[in-house]
């Protein structure tokens, strides 16, 4: 008997190999956000085919081009640099968290910290921190006195071979990994044995509730629920010391111990309905085709992010958007582009806006307090919000979703 050959169909899960396609875009923008004017038109896309795995559930996109993902990543344009009120005091409290279950004066390794927030909370807290981080648009300067030594560098950093840290932090890294065994393996190599380690993703229990078809992107490869996620920490040694829900389901946290990797045997935990699955995020796209088919103007998206990525992805071929605001001041120069072109990045304003037909928020977890922001200048017609409508919480602001 031979091993079947490792292909990368192989369920990332339960080690299986079939599965069936619930969600497919042809082409889809591969960045969030790019450099306005420079990349060729055509370049710059991707593909989708989520296909659920017929044993375990687990979704994954199968056209995803692992080859890419170094030029993927060390290309990007630092996104998620929190721009809110409510944003920081996210990061600040995330900070505080962690510090919580750690020594005076710890060491923490933070694996893809984006612009570094979370580092620099940490340092604050006298933490010294050693962030491995692979975009180009970071550079050591904005560290320079704070504690955060910054190794640009995909994980596992030959730099930091063999070192241990009394805290591991890695947040919204792990759905972008197309292997994840190895890359926890290596996580759980940089913790020493009474260390902590926190690591936070999306939850695809969430997608699967509300059926949220923008939270299917390029970047992401997989998406985890919570059930699989169980069964792939225990696998590489870490313990789950507490579970926490983040933004209202939408992501989950683990805070996780160092333990022996279990050796587990793979277990069906088939419960989803791949079909119905399928038929009810059509249904979504085809809801929110005909809204923005329904206004009758310009309309202006808000929130330069992987959701207007998505949604760019989705609609651009037959909705014309006019405008694309975004708070984040290191955006100036840069755009947004689906398959019918490019959208410059602009702040929001009351002049702007007043030449809209309707805003559709794109940054839909901080949906509420862009809508405030839009009120306050003015903006007086239809707002929709990208958020899927949760069966259980129906939201205070319109979804382009909902049925
Ligand atoms: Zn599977």
């Not at 069936?20 to 889809?28: C, E, F, G, I």
């Not at 030029?71 to 809110?84: D, F, M, Q, R």
């Not at 890695?170 to 009474?194: G, K």
Request: glycine share 8%.
């Amino acid at each position: 008997m031979t091993e079947p050959a490792a292909t990368p169909l192989r369920c990332v899960v339960c080690g299986l190999g079939d599965a069936v396609t619930v969600w497919s875009v042809a082409r889809t923008p591969m960045h969030a956000v790019r450099p306005s004017g420079v990349a060729h038109h055509a370049s710059g896309f991707g593909q989708l085919d989520i296909a659920a795995c017929s044993t375990c559930g687990h979704l994954s996109n199968r056209a995803f081009d692992a080859d890419a993902a170094d030029e993927l990543y060390g290309a990007l344009v630092l996104t998620n640099e929190p721009v809110s009120a409510g944003m920081i005091a996210a990061v600040d409290e995330t900070a505080a968290l962690i510090m919580r279950h750690l020594k005076r004066g710890p060491a923490v390794l933070e694996v893809g910290g984006g612009g570094g927030a979370l580092s620099l909370a940490l340092a604050r807290r006298s933490a010294r921190v050693d962030l491995v981080e692979p975009s180009r648009a970071l550079g050591a300067e904005r560290f320079a006195g704070t504690g955060v030594m910054l190794h640009r560098a995909m994980f596992p950093a030959p730099a930091l071979a063999g070192r241990r840290f009394d805290a591991v932090v890695c947040r919204q890294v792990l759905e972008h990994v197309p292997e994840p065994a190895p890359f926890l393996a290596a996580l759980r190599a940089s913790l020493a044995d009474d260390g902590i380690a926190y690591l936070e993703l999306p939850s695809a229990d969430d997608i699967l509730r509300r059926h949220s078809i923008v939270d299917f992107h390029y970047p992401h490869v997989h998406y985890y629920r919570r059930g699989e996620m169980e069964w792939l920490l225990a696998r590489a040694g870490f313990a789950i010391e507490e579970v926490f829900d983040i933004k209202q389901g939408h992501d989950m946290g683990f805070l996780l111990r160092a333990v022996t990797p279990l050796a587990r045997e793979a277990r069906a935990s088939f419960d989803i309905s791949p079909s119905e699955f399928a038929a009810a995020l059509a249904e979504r796209r085809a809801r929110a085709a005909q809204r923005l088919a329904a206004i009758n103007g310009p309309i202006a998206l808000y929130g330069a992010n992987a959701y207007a990525q998505a949604l760019l992805g989705l609609y651009q071929d037959s909705t014309r958007f006019d405008a694309m605001f975004d708070d984040t001041t290191s955006y100036a120069g840069r755009c947004v582009y689906g398959p019918a072109g490019e959208i410059a990045i602009e702040p929001p304003s009351g002049e702007r806006l007043a030449g809209m037909a309707a805003v559709v928020i794109a940054a839909y977890l901080h949906d509420a307090e862009i809508a405030r922001k839009i009120a306050a200048m003015e903006f007086r017609g239809p707002v929709y919000t990208l958020r899927a409508p949760d069966p259980e919480a129906p939201g205070a602001i319109a979804s382009l979703f909902d049925p």
